[in-house]
């Protein structure tokens, strides 16, 4: 019988940890930015296994078969592990953190190989791999935060101009009305002060000159906060 996502997503994570690529569920959690019940119910089939959280696994995680873990065709990675529900959750993996970190380390992060539009929408939506992105060194003055994305176009100038490098932190909780955020949609990413308009986000230019406009809130994959921003003056 065929496996399901959730079944394939329970097989994946004991691959990940008989491989030391990560400790244990917890672990995985941590580095996905999510609660470790949250990933717990996805597993269960209790949450939904989302596109996003798929193309988070593979920045974290290149060398999955993203195709294998959407469908079931193909292998999980290069080779074809088939381990049981009732062996995974046994085990922990015999890497320590210590070795964990050192063989996977945590002190780089993806950035976006596009550009953030801070006009309208036209950026990393839905179609960028893990292995595509160029690994930078994190950067510890910012607060924690998931990618860096390079800022084009001048409708939020002069608080970011095209060329900037900003941080993003993906937003679990509450938004900030009022406040600047990346939204990942349907027609790509755009960098813009949101506001609450229903079923929709409004979103507004510091640029006087360029309108503001709405996306609907089932258009949006994902809501990023900015956390930090690189500017090189010429």
């Known amino acids: 019988m065929e496996q399901t996502i959730n079944e394939r997503l329970t097989s994946l994570i004991c691959k990940l940890k008989k491989d030391g690529r990560i400790y244990n569920e917890s672990d995985l959690a941590k580095r996905m930015n999510i609660g470790q019940p949250f990933l717990s119910d ?14 988070k696994l593979s920045f974290l995680f290149p060398e999955i078969n993203v195709d294998w873990l959407r469908t079931g065709k193909g292998f999980m990675l290069l080779d074809d592990a088939d381990l049981s529900k009732k062996d995974c959750d046994n085990i922990e993996s015999d890497f320590t953190r210590k070795e964990i970190s050192e063989k996977y380390p945590e002190d780089v992060k993806p950035r976006i190989p596009s550009a953030v539009a801070a006009g309208f929408p036209g950026g990393f939506a839905a ?35 095209g060329g900037d490098e900003i941080a993003i932190a993906k937003v679990l909780d509450v938004v900030e009305w009022g406040k600047t955020y990346v939204l990942d949609t349907r027609e790509g990413a755009v960098l813009k002060r949101l506001y609450d308009a229903g079923d929709s986000f409004r979103c507004v230019s510091y640029n006087p000159e360029y309108p503001d406009f709405s996306i609907l809130k089932s258009d949006v994959f994902g809501v990023y906060r900015v956390v930090g921003l690189i500017r090189i003056d010429p």
């Open 127 to 161: 179609a960028v791999l893990g292995y595509q992105c160029e690994q930078r060194p994190v950067i510890k003055s910012f607060p924690q935060y998931n990618y860096t994305i390079i800022v084009k176009g001048d409708s939020m100038y002069p608080k970011f101009e």
């Open 42 to 55: 996805m597993k269960k089939g209790a949450k939904t296994i989302s596109e996003e959280t798929v193309l």
